[in-house]
């Protein structure tokens, strides 16, 4: 029974199934080969059918099972009928069967804010990096991120990032034996689940930072921190992976343009691994439902050695980025 359950356990656990069921749709969108691709504010920021889409599948299959949340999409979509066959109503039982760590045990569906990304990583995903998609769905409580689910639909899809999109269109299958696509999901207290914890080799710094929204600050911060290699990667939640599979120690972003859908799931994996996730000064980030959606002040975040980054930030770079 349904009630025998805490409402954030319930919640995340439909939110992994409404996850993969988004990462679905993103994958038959490329398959369809009509994207349907929209310019929202430049070049770099784009909206396609698959952003569209997966919202609406999101959004709507949440509301309708926890009507009392407040659910902060990041595109900005006109009310309409959604397609019966958008929404998802299961559930992942696994997770039921996980306790609900004490201090969350009584919170109500209205004490709760989701921040959804559909596909965080579209410029990407229209440039056929398929590997840098992912879809995010964190859930925040009292302005902290306490859980939250990423589905990358292209988990074992093997792309070597230089074939043109077309391509891909008929071609996105995994490898032999490699179930395509995969659902992380972690809830503060009780931990992280769904991947191998691994570390980058000690006194090994590398960094990953944006491949489609650089700047001049971006690279000096880069720079300072004296890094072994610099991976330019898109997705917020793919940068965050990185860090937790040992493929990079740092994620440095010095800069505005990262939003709170991009990194409310990503930080509730990454924290319930030991690691931090902040701005660039090593402010919290706060997920409440009326705060302002940019994250202006950039990222910082590791999964060990936290310090050792944040001491590299240059002054001229926090002066410029203003929480």
Not at 233 to 245: D, R
Request: glycine letters at 8%.
């Amino acid at each position: 029974m349904a009630s025998s359950h805490t409402v954030l356990m319930r919640l995340v656990a439909s939110a992994y199934s409404i996850a993969q069921k988004a990462g679905t749709i993103v994958r038959r969108v490329i398959a369809e080969g009509d994207l349907g691709i929209v310019e929202k504010t430049c070049p770099t920021d784009l909206q396609t059918k698959a952003d569209r889409l997966a919202q609406m599948s999101i959004c709507s299959s949440l509301a309708r099972k926890f009507p009392k949340l407040t659910i902060i999409g990041e595109e900005d979509l006109p009310a309409e009928e959604v397609d019966q066959e958008l929404i998802e109503d299961g559930q992942w039982e696994e997770i039921l069967k996980q306790p609900c760590p004490s201090q969350y045990s009584t919170i109500k569906e209205e004490d709760l804010v989701v921040w959804v990304d559909p596909l965080d990583g579209t410029k990407e995903y229209t440039e056929g990096l398929l590997d840098n998609v992912t879809v995010l769905i964190g859930i925040a409580y009292e302005g902290k991120a306490i859980a939250g689910v990423i589905n990358q639909p292209y988990y074992n899809y093997q792309n070597n990032g230089k074939q043109k999109l077309r391509e891909h269109r008929n071609e996105a299958k995994a490898g032999p034996d490699a179930v395509l696509g995969r659902t992380i999901w972690g809830v503060l207290g009780l931990g992280a689940f769904g991947f191998q914890l691994k570390e980058v080799p000690a006194g090994k710094h590398i960094i990953t930072t944006t491949r489609s929204h650089s700047n001049q600050l971006v690279t000096d911060c880069v720079t300072a921190m004296n890094p072994d290699d610099v991976l330019r990667v898109g997705g917020a939640g793919n940068k965050i992976i990185q860090l937790i599979e040992g493929k990079a120690s740092a994620y440095v972003f010095a800069s505005p343009g990262c939003k709170k859908w991009d990194t409310c799931a990503p930080e509730v994996i990454l924290h319930a691994v030991g690691g931090k996730l902040t701005d660039i000064h090593g402010n919290a980030l706060q997920y409440n439902k009326e705060v302002k959606h940019m994250n202006s002040a950039g990222v910082l975040a590791t999964l060990r050695n936290y310090d050792y980054y944040a001491s590299r930030v240059p002054e001229s770079v926090k002066n410029a980025l203003v929480p």
